[in-house]
């Protein structure tokens, strides 16, 4: 392990694990605060693009990290053999372990979650920075239970005014339709994304589920929105037509994340989820 990082900090035991590489808990040595070390093993990087993955998150956590819910670079150390990146611990479940446990969350508990969500990719946007794999994976929790959005590996930059973007990265539940058409697209497909994490924290299910991989492609291409009843019967009206304009397969229609969060009203104990979308 690189010496520089063994002065600074004191790697602890291993809280997570990925296709790279491996998370530990470790603390400062100077002030004692515990933070997460992302060690990723340059050896597994088998080709350029996921060499590029890794090479890029963190300059783009450099740039983002300033927002209360997108987590927070504090170091890195690079080496011959790992890059090891110093961010905010996050020893909560993330969303996706909850989610597990939980199946499905009431309204007011999905809007609390879904509304940082999207603040912190309307942080992104403004910065020009589409994250492109929203998902509840990468939706963290700090020991304090602040959301903290995370893994920004298949990010990609965009000028705005019009600037597209191609390639298709992500997961299928979670991809916008024109993603997997192949086709130029905008940072929107983040905003379809975040409306199906919003969908399954409702329902408990994916909005576009297929026993293989083609047909999935099928249901989120065709994009026929579905809200069954004996789940949705509890959901307001208010949510439900968010989801209708977030999962939005006509992109010109689709919400931008400003657009929803200037929709959200939470002057009221009562008003958790945004009011008249037209």
């Known amino acids: 392990m690189c010496e520089k990082l063994k002065r600074e900090y004191q790697v602890c035991e291993e809280i997570g694990r990925g296709r790279f590489g491996v998370v530990y808990r470790c603390f400062s040595a100077v002030s004692g605060d515990s933070f997460a070390c992302k060690s990723i093993d340059k050896r597994l990087l088998s080709d350029a693009v996921n060499r590029e993955c890794v090479e890029k998150e963190p300059k783009i956590l450099q740039l983002l990290s300033n927002h209360p819910n997108i987590l927070q670079l504090y170091q890195v150390f690079d080496d011959k053999k790992y890059i090891h990146i110093i961010t905010d611990l996050c020893s909560s479940a993330s969303l996706y372990h909850r989610l597990t446990s939980f199946a499905l969350f009431p309204e007011p508990n999905a809007a609390s979650i879904f509304y940082p969500l999207i603040s912190a990719i309307t942080h992104c946007h403004r910065l020009g920075i589409a994250h492109r794999d929203i998902k509840p994976d990468n939706i963290l929790f700090d020991p304090r239970n602040k959301l903290k959005l995370a893994n920004f590996g298949s990010a990609e930059s965009f000028n705005g005014g019009g600037t597209m973007m191609s390639g298709v990265v992500g997961t299928p539940y979670y991809e916008a339709p024109e993603v997997l058409l192949g086709r130029e697209y905008d940072e929107k497909v983040d905003v379809w994304s975040a409306g199906v994490v919003l969908y399954v924290m409702l329902s408990g299910f994916v909005p576009f589920y297929g026993e293989t991989a083609g047909e999935t492609f099928e249901k989120v291409v065709r994009g026929n929105l579905r809200f069954p009843t004996r789940v949705f019967r509890a959901v307001s009206g208010e949510a439900k037509n968010l989801l209708r304009k977030t999962i939005c397969k006509d992109v010109y229609r ?7 969060l200037s929709k959200f ?14």
């Open 254 to 260: 689709r919400l931008s994340t400003e657009q929803v």
């Open 265 to 278: 009203d939470f002057s009221s104990s009562h008003a958790y989820l945004p009011t008249g979308i037209e």
